[in-house]
């Protein structure tokens, strides 16, 4: 399934952090916190225009930015662009 983002929105999956310590503890899934920061899967027209992300990009964002959306069985955030903090490169 495709997602086309509109108005001046991204969709981002966020990157999945380590489940083990250094040490090698396994840390459980409720006493993780979400990533906050992903990779850019698709851009809205106005955003492409803009120049100002591209897909591939890897993004920096607020902990409680955009919505989950469900699409073949991942999850993924639809957020407004004016919620990503920064690009890391």
């Known amino acids: 399934m495709k997602f086309q983002p509109l108005g001046?929105?991204?969709l981002v999956e966020r990157v999945e952090?380590?489940?083990t310590t250094t040490s090698g503890i396994i840390i459980p899934d409720n006493a993780k916190e979400k990533p906050l920061h992903g990779t850019v899967q698709a851009v809205s027209d106005e955003v492409k225009e803009k120049k100002l992300v591209s897909v591939g990009d890897t993004v920096v964002f607020a902990k409680y930015s955009g919505s989950e959306i469900t699409l073949d069985k991942k999850t993924y955030l639809v957020m407004s662009i004016e919620d990503?903090?920064?690009i890391l490169k």
Request: proline content about 0%; glycine content about 12%.
């Open 8 to 10: 001046q929105r991204i």
């Open 17 to 19: 952090e380590q489940t």
């Open 84 to 86: 990503v903090l920064g």
